[in-house]
């Protein structure tokens, strides 16, 4: 077990792995700490949902819809929200 806390160095919520802080691109990450292998991962899932769903990102009501599939994505629930899509 290292004991060696790098100031930039986190972990990632979803893989746990960790990573440097200042690899990630996307400011928007921070909100759930993420590698950029599973940021990249949820981009490309995030579109997927936007796609198969007709999300309208003008729409608050579909913003929010997909903001529940991104915590789902990053807290690893995202199996009980693919069963129950309509569950809000
Ligand atoms: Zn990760």
Not at 34 to 55: D, Q
């Amino acid at each position: 077990m290292r004991q060696v806390n790098l100031a930039m160095s986190k972990t990632c919520l979803r893989c746990t792995k960790e990573f440097d802080e200042s690899t990630v691109e996307d400011p928007s990450s921070q909100k759930y700490p993420s590698c950029p292998e599973c940021w990249k991962e949820w981009t490309t899932y995030a579109v997927m949902v936007m796609n198969e769903m007709r999300l309208d990102m003008s729409l608050p009501e579909h913003r929010k819809a997909l903001k529940k599939y991104e915590k789902g994505f990053f807290e690893k629930t995202i199996g009980e929200i693919e069963k129950n899509p309509e569950n809000k």
